[in-house]
């Protein structure tokens, strides 16, 4: 028993093996834009409101996944502002929907003849009602990759902190960012960014010596 015990152990392989781990990427302006139009031009209703959505919202993957019509647009109407209850604060989180993701989500409810009570998002397994994290997480590398960028260091929080980065990079203001992130604590927010090393490097190329 205990040679099959130490055998085991031996031939178990570390799940973070060949993998690149540690906080994943923002995507640039370009980026988004990219991705945008690839999924404008091949007709992609579905992709593209999940994508102006998850931009968007800044929600985790698992929150995203859930949302229903009824979260979005409460009354049929897309609304220009909602909150949703995150899973793992178990916080209320407000977030906009800015014009370009209401038509996208409007095309798409139509398209998929989507009801209130149903997922925003329905999977086309059916062994799960609504879009996967992992599914998801396979979408998100596709949009990478799509752009001729190497999917290791991106990820579905890559659609969490992307505009968050954005917003700080252009108002520096922190407290803006931790609310629109749902962060309890401020050092959090501090930390989700990388702001003190980005900011350090600023400081350093505008220094001339």
Known sequence: MESE???????????????????????????????????????????????????DSKLRGCDLVQLKVNNVAPGGRIASRTMVMQQKTHRPVQFEITEQTRDALSAWINEAHLRADQYLFPSRLHDSPHLSTRQYARIVEKWVTSIGLDSAPYGTHTMRRTKATLIYRRTKNLRAVQLLLGHTKLESTVRYLGIEVDDALEIAEQTDI
């Not at 130490?6 to 990219?34: E, F, R, Y």
């Not at 991705?35 to 999940?50: D, G, K």
């Open 5 to 55: 015990t130490k055998s085991t152990q031996t031939n178990q392989i570390p799940w973070n093996k060949g993998k690149l781990v540690g906080q994943k990427h923002p995507l640039k302006l370009k980026d988004i834009w990219a991705i945008r139009i690839r999924l404008q031009v091949a007709n992609n209703t579905r992709e593209l409101a999940l994508f102006n959505l998850a931009i």
